[in-house]
């Protein structure tokens, strides 16, 4: 059944109506529902095969024509990663795997999944002066210069002569300047280390979009190509400060004469990261300006400003816990009819703290998440507060697979509604996805999303299935 009507919600968020009502209780239902495919999806998972027996020994020569090898030199990290653990299910006692998983989570910047792997190796050779010295180098990125310290003592008294030895001395032996002078020079970007690049492109499907903006909506479908392309230059990156200067730029195309939906996004920021410790964990404290504009069918559709805060805390390896304050100052081009009443001009703020929890050395990831959210329009029909949250889980599978899947609510009121009935809503968001990582930083990635939306105001109500494919390129 189609149906037309008068669409109060943003033309980037359309909300077509639904053929039926719904109630509170269809969404309890659905998520319960959707909650259960997303664990039995991931549950039913298959393990990897069996390995064979290990060889006593890795020759450098395997070690050099390895897959992990091979993406570790062309920076290829997460790559590297995959290769490296499936080396070392073979050849579990070599000190070189567990450094080379250990860098390769290091240049990443995921010092404490780095840690665990110096850790793991120590264990199984104590003395290893390469693993002590790359941990010391892994343990000034994190903030804890007292424990580098100590492993930079024990590589100078293990192998003086080394190469390691003699520059853990000099470290030592100067520790005002040099200190300095090393974390300067361990954490100083050059050439292709300074930026970052990712292309994408793809294609979806919707079979829920609005028939034109600011007007009426019915329930057609319409598929889209889009392409996206983001990057990162490494401004300032010193043993505790950090300076990122990041931007994105993202175009759609719709088919079936939906020119007016088709969508071209703009941002750029400015980030910077302060690292150190919060009772002995390794922390992070993150502040970013943002600016993004958005044009629908290259006409201006919106610009905002934005300021957000997080802090980040590990105070073990298997858990991370964060908390973040945004505020935006978004300016639409049009107000509407009235702008008392239909304008969407507002100073949103959203608090949203998390934790993430790790499994099978960081192979699962579990993250839960609250957020509040008030947005001050300058219209009262867009004027809200509303309380969320959402469950997201992401194992890494053999062969460069990764399976994720998320499931979020959202209750929302709009106090100041000028309609024939207060507004409320009630938003169900379930979504599932597939990626599959290849050589050369090549990414192929088939997703899923389902969105249900009940309101108080029945034209109000609808439900979308949202499918896409896309491609990505790292640089």
Not at 56 to 69: I, N, P, R, Y
């Amino acid at each position: 059944m189609r149906c037309i009507r008068r669409g109060y919600a943003s033309p980037m968020r359309p909300t077509p109506c639904a053929a039926e009502r719904s109630t509170p209780a269809r969404v309890s239902r659905a998520l319960l529902a959707g909650i259960s495919l997303i664990l039995a999806s991931l549950a039913a998972t298959p393990p990897p095969p069996a390995m064979a027996q290990a060889p006593a020994a890795l020759s450098k020569d395997e070690f050099l024509s390895s897959a992990g090898a091979i993406a570790f030199r062309a920076k290829d990290y997460p790559a590297a990663i995959q290769g490296f653990r499936a080396l070392l299910s073979r050849y579990p006692d070599t000190p070189l795997l567990y450094r080379y998983l250990g860098l390769s989570h290091y240049r990443l910047r995921q010092f404490s999944a780095a840690a665990g792997w110096y850790d793991r190796g120590l264990r199984r050779a104590p003395r290893d002066v390469s693993l002590l010295f790359f941990s010391a180098q892994n343990l000034f990125a994190a903030g804890d210069e007292r424990s580098a310290l100590r492993r930079l003592l024990l590589v100078a008294r293990l192998a003086p002569e080394s190469a390691y030895g003699q520059r853990a001395r000099r470290v030592l032996a100067q520790r005002a300047d040099d200190l300095k002078a090393l974390a300067a020079e361990r954490r100083k970007p050059s050439g292709r280390d300074r930026w970052s690049a990712v292309a994408r492109l793809g294609v979806a499907y919707d079979d829920n979009v609005a028939a034109q903006p600011d007007s009426f909506t019915g329930d057609a479908d319409a598929f889209r190509i889009f392409q996206q392309l983001s990057g990162r230059y490494t401004l300032l990156q010193g043993a505790r400060l950090g300076l990122t200067a990041d931007g994105s730029g993202y175009l759609s195309q719709h088919t079936d004469n939906f020119d007016e939906l088709n969508l071209g996004s703009l941002d750029a920021g400015l980030t910077a990261r302060l690292r150190g410790t919060l009772l002995g964990a390794p922390s992070a404290l993150a502040l970013r300006y943002g600016f993004d504009v958005d044009y629908l069918d290259a006409d201006l559709f919106s610009q905002a400003h934005a300021l957000s805060a997080r802090y980040a805390v590990a105070p073990r390896d298997w858990v991370t816990l964060s908390a973040e304050y945004r505020a935006s100052f978004k300016d639409f081009d049009f107000d509407g009819f009235d702008p008392s009443i239909a304008s969407r001009d507002a100073v949103t703020q959203r608090v949203s703290p998390q934790a993430t929890f790790y499994f099978d050395d960081r192979q699962v990831a579990l993250t839960l998440r609250y957020a509040f959210e008030d947005n001050a329009a300058r219209g009262d029909n867009f004027d809200y507060r509303q309380h969320g949250g959402d469950v997201s889980l992401s194992v890494e599978l053999p062969a460069g697979f990764r399976l994720d899947g998320s499931a979020g609510y959202a209750h929302t009121e709009y106090d100041a509604f000028r309609g024939p009935v207060a507004r409320q809503t009630e938003r169900l968001d379930l979504s599932v996805g597939l990626e599959r990582r290849f050589d050369h930083g090549l990414t192929a990635r088939l997703g899923y999303r389902y969105l249900l939306e009940d309101s108080s105001i029945e034209v109000l109500e609808y439900d979308r299935h949202l499918a896409s494919f896309s491609l990505s390129k790292r640089f």
